[in-house]
Each structure stands twice: as structure tokens, then as C-alpha cells.
């Protein structure tokens, strides 16, 4: 299946396109990007195709992967699916609730296979937990932070739409994925925010069980790090914190895809649907933030 790459910045070029070039069934033939330079050192780098016109890089390719912001991507990844094109999209699939509609919509007129790479949906030893968690079943609850640090100078995810959105549009969603596999879907969401960009959520499970999450993208490193277990009459089970291949998470989420492709199923666990009911989530918590905030300035 020929793929074209959307994004020539950091996680394109250490991620997508090294999962691309080591996934069977898959191949790197064209790059999309806003720098025409940048996007011919990537395509040199993988004899695929630089493109600076979006319809001539899709006409080519029967695969789309997306690293790009979500709002560009969303776009893009609109025209893509009203193409024909099987899409890999990253999380958050949108950041309007419109926007993700829209993308839903095109999609679904278009019955083309969807994957969302909800990382730790795609690693193996998160999957085992999953597995042991559905086993077990009777789960209470669930409670879980991930304090992030990609807004420090240095990082390679300080990028614009972070800084703008935070850690409730860029870790938010990886929280919400896992703790609706878990748990069961999220009914609703109580938002409360802390300082700098910290998010505290409260999710209603369908079934009766809640969670907790925390979130943010300013700790310090020496703060940094990520924990989440559910609980319930079995004990406690704990998230495990294995180290993470990203590469072989992708290369996994972009095998999925293509096997969907090639049967025509358009149905996956973290497809478009199940990443526009994620961004829902967030959607609603955004506004309450919104809300407690004027308040707070207000008064
Ligand atoms: N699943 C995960 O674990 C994971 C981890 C990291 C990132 N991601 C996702 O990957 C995506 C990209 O990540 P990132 O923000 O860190 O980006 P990044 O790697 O810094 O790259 C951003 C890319 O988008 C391009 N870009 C930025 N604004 C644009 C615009 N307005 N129009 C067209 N192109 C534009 C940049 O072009 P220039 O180089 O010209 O600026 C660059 O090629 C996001 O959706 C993020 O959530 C997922």
C-alpha cells in the first residue's frame, strides 16, 4: 500500500517514517510538506516523492499517516478521505468538535479503513494489561496522571499548538483512550484546572465506574512521569511502565490499517469515531475550564 507522509517536523522524521519504511504491507512513497526544503530531505531520505500541492501528493498514494498539528491535520485528512484515502491519524483527530464531524462524516461517505494512534493502544505490553483487565472485570475505578514536561525550552514537543491547547488536547487524549478501554465509555466529564496548563478530569464511566485523571505538559523533569491503575474487588491493576517503542507502536497501529484496507473493514477500536468520541470528551472539559476561568477573573 503506497503511504504519503503529512509533516516533515521532529515525530515525522524519528516516528512515522521510520514505522513507515519497517512496515510490511506499507511503503513511503511521497511527503507532504509546508517547507518544499524540508520536505525533499525526507522524501531523499526514504526515495519517496517531496510534494508541495496537497492534491497532487494525494492523487499518488492509497494511504495517508498524519504529524502534523491537529488542525491542519483534520483538514487535510478530510480532503484525503473524500479521495479515497485510508487515513493513520494521530490523537487529537481535531480540536473543534465540527472539525472531527466533518472528518467522521467523510470517512464514513467514503468507507475507508481509519486508525488513531492512541500510543498505548498500540503497545503490546498495555494490550496484555487491557486483556487482564477485561478478564478480571468488577472494576470500581480508576486513577491516573501523566505530568508531562514538553513545555520546557528544550523539548522537541514545545510546538506552537501545545503551548496554545496544553496537555488536556495533547496528553488528555492518550488519558481518556486508555481509561475508556478500561473502564468502559466515558458518560460525561467534570473539569477543574490547576496552575499553568494542569488539567484535573473526573469521567463517568457507562457501567458506573469513575476515574480520575491529571495532566500537564509544564513539570519539571525531575516531577516528570506517568502512573494510572484501575481498582476494584480483585485489587488493584496497575498500568505498566515498560519502556516505550514508538516505532514499533506505530509500525503495529499502521499494519491494523492496512490490513483493514485490504478487507475492506471499515471498523477499528481507535478509529475515526472512537477519536472524535475522545475529543468530545475534551471538548466539553475545555469549556468548563473556559467557564471556571471567567469566573475566576470575574471576581
Ligand atoms: N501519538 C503520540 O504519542 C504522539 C507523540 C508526538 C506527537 N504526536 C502528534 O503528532 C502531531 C505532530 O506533532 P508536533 O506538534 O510535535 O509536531 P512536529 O513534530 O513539531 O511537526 C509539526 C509539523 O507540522 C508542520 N506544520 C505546523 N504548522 C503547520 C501549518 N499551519 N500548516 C502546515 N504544516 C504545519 C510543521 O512544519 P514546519 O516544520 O514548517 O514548522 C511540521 O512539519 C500532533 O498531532 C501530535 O499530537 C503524537
Not at 12 to 28: I, K, W
Not at 134 to 151: F, Y
Request: charged letters at 15%; aromatic letters at 8%.
Amino acid at each position: 500500500m503506497r503511504f504519503g507522509l503529512v509533516g516533515t517536523g521532529y515525530w515525522a522524521r524519528v516516528t512515522h517514517a521510520p514505522a513507515l519504511a519497517c512496515t510490511e504491507g506499507a511503503e513511503l512513497t511521497a511527503v507532504w510538506g509546508r517547507d518544499p526544503h524540508a520536505a525533499a530531505s525526507l522524501a531523499a531520505e526514504y526515495q519517496a516523492t517531496p510534494y508541495h500541492d496537497v492534491s497532487a501528493f494525494l492523487a499518488g498514494v492509497d494511504a495517508v499517516s498524519f504529524a502534523v498539528p491537529p488542525d491542519v491535520q483534520a483538514a487535510i485528512a478530510t480532503q484525503a478521505a473524500r479521495d479515497g484515502k485510508h487515513l493513520l491519524l494521530e490523537k487529537p483527530v481535531a480540536l473543534t468538535e465540527a472539525a472531527a464531524d466533518d472528518l467522521v462524516e467523510a470517512v464514513a461517505q467514503a468507507g475507508v479503513a481509519s486508525v488513531v494512534f492512541f500510543t498505548q493502544r498500540f503497545q503490546p505490553d498495555v494490550r496484555a494489561w487491557l486483556a487482564e483487565v477485561e478478564t478480571r472485570g468488577g472494576w470500581a475505578g480508576g486513577a491516573s496522571a501523566w505530568l508531562g514536561s514538553a513545555l520546557r525550552e528544550s523539548n522537541p514537543f514545545n510546538t506552537p499548538w501545545r503551548r496554545d491547547k496544553g496537555a488536556l488536547w495533547d496528553i488528555g487524549p492518550h488519558m481518556v483512550s486508555l481509561l475508556w478501554a478500561s473502564l468502559g465509555p466515558v458518560t460525561s466529564v467534570s473539569a477543574d484546572p490547576g496552575p499553568a496548563d494542569v488539567t484535573h478530569l473526573v469521567l463517568h464511566h457507562q457501567g458506573g465506574a469513575t476515574s480520575t485523571t491529571t495532566v500537564t505538559l509544564s513539570a519539571t523533569e525531575a516531577a516528570a512521569g506517568f502512573q494510572a491503575y484501575v481498582w476494584g474487588d480483585s485489587g488493584r491493576l496497575a498500568v505498566p511502565l515498560g519502556s516505550l517503542d514508538q516505532v514499533a507502536a506505530l509500525s503495529i497501529a499502521l499494519g491494523e490499517l492496512t490490513a483493514n484496507a485490504r478487507t475492506g473493514q471499515t471498523r477499528h477500536p481507535c478509529d475515526v469515531w472512537f477519536g472524535r468520541d475522545v475529543g468530545r470528551v475534551l471538548a466539553e472539559a475545555q469549556r468548563q475550564i473556559d467557564a471556571r476561568h471567567a469566573a475566576r477573573t470575574a471576581t
